[in-house]
């Protein structure tokens, strides 16, 4: 079937460690999201990438970096400088031309102990 | 400011009752897309509905309806006949000019159904 798939489900780290979230879709799309969700907010943009090798930065973007090396992969990196990481995350897909609908993975959920 | 308002935190209906989800938008480009998720308790965000700027009808999918009002920019979902599965959060977006490349989001509304 095709769709995003997002790994792990859920996560525990430590303080001061880094950790990757890994997005892999299968749907032939261009571009790739990752969102950030905090208890009862919105989706918040944290980085997006149009086409392989190239991203751009999000309104979130600070303690996080991305690759896009695979037009099928977008992993998504939480590092060790982002205050408040806990949090769910949320990865999409969008195809060329079309209305701009995201097509999302089942999320990420991370807590920093 | 605030791109896309949700201005209900929460909504609680009863069962087979119609609702309205108020979504409120501020952007001056002419040309834009709105959008409806449904995002159950599991997580996964599920598309429900899209409205374009220039669309003269307003958007209907199965019991969703997206009421449309471009003059007071808001972009109302209404949901017909409501059914338990439908309680979950409810989320607005919004997709600024042609070719846009990502969708801001308001804080949604968290529906709950009623037996």
């Known amino acids: 079937d095709g769709g995003i798939t997002q790994s792990p489900k859920y996560l525990f780290r430590k303080e001061g460690q880094n950790v990757t979230l890994s997005c892999e879709q299968n749907?032939?799309?261009?571009?790739m999201y990752w969102y950030r969700q905090d208890p009862g907010q919105g989706l918040r943009l944290i980085y997006y990438?149009?086409?392989?090798?190239?991203?751009q930065k999000g309104d979130i973007a600070e303690g996080y970096s991305v690759s896009r090396e695979k037009k099928e992969s977008f992993p998504l990196t939480v590092t060790s400088a982002q205050k408040n990481p806990t949090a769910f995350y949320l990865c999409?897909?969008?195809?060329?031309?079309?209305?701009?609908?995201?097509?999302f993975g089942e999320g990420s959920r991370l807590t920093v102990l | 400011a605030q791109k896309i308002t949700q201005t209900q935190p929460g909504m609680f209906v009863q069962e087979k009752e119609a609702v309205t989800l108020d979504c409120t938008y501020d952007t001056s480009d002419p040309s834009y897309g709105l959008f409806w998720y449904k995002q159950p308790s599991s997580g996964e965000m599920i598309f429900l509905i899209y409205?374009?700027?220039?669309?003269?009808q307003n958007a209907t999918e199965g019991r969703y309806s997206l009421n449309f009002q471009k003059a007071r920019k808001s972009a109302n979902l209404v949901i017909s006949a409501s059914q338990l599965g439908d309680s979950a959060m409810y989320f607005c977006?919004?997709?600024?000019?042609?070719?846009?490349?990502?969708?801001?989001f308001g804080q949604g509304t968290r529906l709950t159904i009623n037996p």
């Open positions: 999409a897909s969008r195809p060329t031309g079309g209305s701009g609908e995201l097509f």
């Open positions: 977006a919004m997709r600024e000019g042609v070719g846009a490349q990502k969708l801001v």
């Open positions: 409205q374009g700027s220039y669309d003269q």
């Open positions: 990438s149009q086409i392989v090798n190239d991203f």
């Open positions: 749907l032939n799309h261009d571009a």
